[in-house]
């Protein structure tokens, strides 16, 4: 029943910007904002416990403060949560540990492939070769990676001389 009123509802929006991400408003607020990059199952918990909203309550029936609340505490999770949620432990260049989110974290990533590969690293290697990075094996996987390794490829065998005869009389009719 409370379905039918959130959709007939004036106040009700069907989709919902948080932290740069469009979410859908009939999700609830802690799957919701797990579509959030960055943001998983344990976080999104914290983060609805954090900011005090809700986290069954449909993303469509929040208020504008609420939402951004929701987006407050995402951006500011590092200083608020344990160490250990966060994504970016000790960082390389600051030495600080941050929660990264959305294209902040891609960059980040990318960044560190970088470096890797500038320092020539095993794995910045193998990130070049776009070969497997963690060690996984690469006999039976990894064939079909980007187009850049062909993997097991078997030879047609030439038909014989006793072959050919045979495919002619195939499409002769006999009369």
Known sequence: METAKTANSANFRYIVRISNTDIDGNKKVADGIRKIKGVGFALANAICTLSKVNRHEKLGNLGEQEIAKLTETIT????????????????????????????????????????????????????????????????????????????????????????????????????
Do not use: C
């Open 76 to 175: 500011k999770a590092g200083a608020a949560l344990p160490e250990w949620m966060l994504n970016r432990r000790r960082n390389i260049e600051t030495g600080e540990s941050i929660h990264l989110v959305t294209t902040d974290l891609t960059f980040a990533q990318e960044n560190d492939i970088r470096q890797m590969q500038r320092i020539r690293s095993y794995k910045g290697v193998r990130h070049m070769a776009g070969a497997p990075v963690r060690g996984q094996r690469t006999r039976s996987n990894f064939r079909k990676n980007k187009g850049k390794v062909q993997g097991v490829v078997k030879s047609k065998a030439a038909p014989s001389a006793s072959d050919k005869g045979k495919s002619d009389d195939k499409g002769k009719s006999k009369k």
